[in-house]
Nanobody, 116 residues
Framework: QVQLVESGGGLVQPGGSLRLSCAAS????????MSWYRQAPGKEREFVAA????????TYADSVKGRFTISRDNAKNTVFLQMNSLKPEDTATYYC?????????WGQGTQVTVSS
């Protein structure tokens, strides 16, 4: 079955960096777009970034543009989110997502806390 497993979250000071990973299995990873979302306490889940199957097109939420970079390694079935210049408002649980035959699949999430 489809599995998405995020890792790489943690506690970081404002201005710091983290690199999130999402390991995928159970489907042909290279054929599908991948995306990252996040959900802060008391808020709705929101879009962060997405990348097409070949990595030729990326899109970002305005709030992270210029600071976050999405990338993928199709040989390792993994999508990454490099997060730089982190701010306290980036604190959230981060999820990766893919959609297969109109069915959304989500990982369990990884917690990112930005605090001094």
């Amino acid at each position: 079955q489809v599995q998405l497993v995020e890792s790489g979250g943690g506690l970081v000071q404002p201005g710091g960096s983290l690199r999130l990973s999402c390991a995928a299995s159970g489907f042909t990873f290279s054929r599908y777009a991948m995306s990252w979302y996040r959900q802060a306490p008391g808020k709705e889940r929101e879009f962060v970034a997405a990348m097409t199957l070949a990595g030729g097109f990326t899109t970002y939420a305005d709030s992270v543009k210029g600071r976050f970079t999405i990338s993928r390694d199709n040989a390792k079935n993994t999508v990454f989110l490099q997060m730089n210049s982190l701010k306290p408002e980036d604190t959230a649980t981060y999820y990766c997502k893919t959609t297969l035959a109109r069915v959304e699949h989500w990982g369990q999430g990884t917690q990112v806390t930005v605090s001094s």
